[in-house]
């Protein structure tokens, strides 16, 4: 039994959070440059990112007539915003190190603002509603990946044993749960917004056919472009798959088996992305989160006050 099953409807809200980037190294994985900076990618790709997920969803959000969805909606607006905001920090965290990422974030805002806008790029003859509905179903295959993603970082036991920094550990696993938390809102309201039969399923595969592809593109030439404006590395080595795959075999990040399968279970015309990982293992952290709880606990005392 899955915990939606055993506690019902599990309400979506965004959380309060707040991070001391001041102590965190760059290496923020003691002598672990490459998965340092693969993970660091989400960095690179979030704040644009996510605001995107949040412009979409507010074009979509007046043809939600299920209370229930629109309401999950909201909270999962209110999450992603979040999200943006704090990947945003760690930028300037990594500039302040003498890490640019500018070169790198101009592209990925053309991407989401040019190219993913809220007209189709090029003058292309796309229906409105078309190109909201292939936008929706981009936004769902990502979030198939950023549940895989968050699941598995709340289980990284090798980022505990290789002694990562605390406040970095904490950011992702506060992200990753609530990526856990919200797994099937974007879904949802593909489906909702998406249209009918066929034609809907046929455009939730074309968004995963698109979407894989293209973020293991940005993953790979974000990586690369970390690793080589590194000033602490000072050109000395370049992103390679076998040093990727040697961070792998340590825990440091996810197997290759554990991203590709995700996508087949999303091929499934039955699939629901209430399968996708722990909703317990999930909240459990959020309530423990040191960032969540210095939060709460300001609020907490300036209503007092």
């Not at 190294?25 to 690179?44: F, G, K, Q, R």
């Not at 609530?178 to 034609?199: K, N």
């Not at 340590?250 to 015309?269: C, H, M, N, Q, V």
């Not at 969540?292 to 907490?300: C, E, Q, S, Y």
């Amino acid at each position: 039994m899955s915990a939606e099953e055993q506690v019902g409807h599990y309400p979506i809200k965004p959380r309060r959070v707040s991070f001391d980037w001041d102590e965190t190294p760059l290496h923020w994985i003691p002598d672990e440059p490459t998965a340092t900076h693969v993970i660091n990618v989400l960095h690179l790709l979030l704040p644009a990112g996510e605001r995107w997920f949040v412009k979409v969803f507010k074009e979509a959000l007046p043809l939600v007539r299920d209370p229930v969805l629109r309401k999950d909606v909201k909270g999962f607006m209110g999450q992603e915003a979040t999200h943006s905001v704090q990947h945003a920090y760690v930028l300037d965290h990594l500039a302040a190190q003498r890490l640019g990422t500018e070169g790198f974030t101009k592209h990925v805002d053309f991407l989401f603002e040019k190219l993913l806008g809220e007209k189709p790029p090029f003058g292309a003859p796309i229906p409105p509603q078309e190109w909201l509905r292939f936008r929706l179903a981009i936004i769902a295959a990502i979030e198939q990946f950023t549940a895989v993603l968050g699941d598995w970082v709340l289980h990284a036991e090798g980022l505990d044993r290789a002694d990562a920094d605390t406040i970095m550990l904490d950011l992702l696993r506060w992200h990753g749960a609530e990526e856990v938390e919200h797994r099937a809102v974007a879904f949802d309201m593909y489906q909702h917004c998406g249209g009918e039969g066929l034609p809907r399923y046929a455009r939730r595969i074309e968004g995963m056919a698109v979407t894989a592809p293209m973020l293991l593109w940005l993953w790979a030439w974000g990586t690369a472009y970390l690793i080589r404006h590194d000033p602490q590395l000072a050109g000395r080595m370049r992103y390679s798959l076998r040093e990727h795959n040697r961070a792998v075999d340590k825990g440091l990040l996810p197997t290759w088996r554990e991203l590709g399968a995700a996508i087949p279970r999303y091929f499934r015309r039955s699939y629901h992305p209430s399968q996708e990982g722990s909703l317990r293992k999930a909240v459990e952290y959020l309530a423990t989160s040191p960032a969540a709880r210095a939060a709460a606990g300001a609020v907490g005392r300036a209503a007092m006050s």
